[in-house]
């Protein structure tokens, strides 16, 4: 049987970070892929990382001025469903680490804290950040721009690879202390309203 620093392995924030680094870089030049496995450690961060893929392009394209109204609703309506799946996919990564630390009988004394933020929230950062990195290493290598525009585009790299050098660590930090029962493990549930049609007052009074 594997043991449970076996097990969270794939959660590792170094190995995360080459994970969506070598995403970003490969659906750049080809296009984004769907997971065909939602429920395993990889699958599950294949997933955040196609949503929040998908989610950055559409975000560019519904800040354009030169399309058609229709066009930006119907990027409005995409970066629903994708923001949908990605609050989804967050929760089932803390979901299957509950399964995890419940089988392997970690339990936490009653006045551990809980951490502010949870292993699938820092994962869902990281993999954003990652996307910033790769667009912004795009901005420093263009070829019609200013000086002054790579210099700031430098600088902010510079700035983001510090940020998602932190995140790793505090993946890697939290998911100790979980092993350790040092932090207690809480799955907070995010019943989004607007995107439900029983608690969205905007639809269902529509509706009656």
Known sequence: ??????IL??????????WFTDLSELWHNTSPIEPEDHLSPKGMT??????NFSLWHLEDEARRSDVDAKEIVSCKRKIDKYNQQRNDAIERIDVWIDNVLENAD?????DIES???TPGNIIDRLSIVCLKIYHMSEELHRDDVDKEHKKTASLRLAILNEQRDDL???LDKLILDLRQAKKRHKVYRQFKMYNDPQFNPAIYKQKK
């Open 168 to 170: 790793s660590n505090a």
């Open 46 to 51: 294949q997933w955040i990382h196609f949503n």
């Open 1 to 6: 049987m594997n043991s449970l620093t076996e």
């Open 9 to 18: 392995t794939p959660f590792k924030g170094a190995r995360i970070i080459e």
């Open 106 to 110: 970690i339990h936490p004394d009653n």
């Open 115 to 117: 951490n502010s933020e």
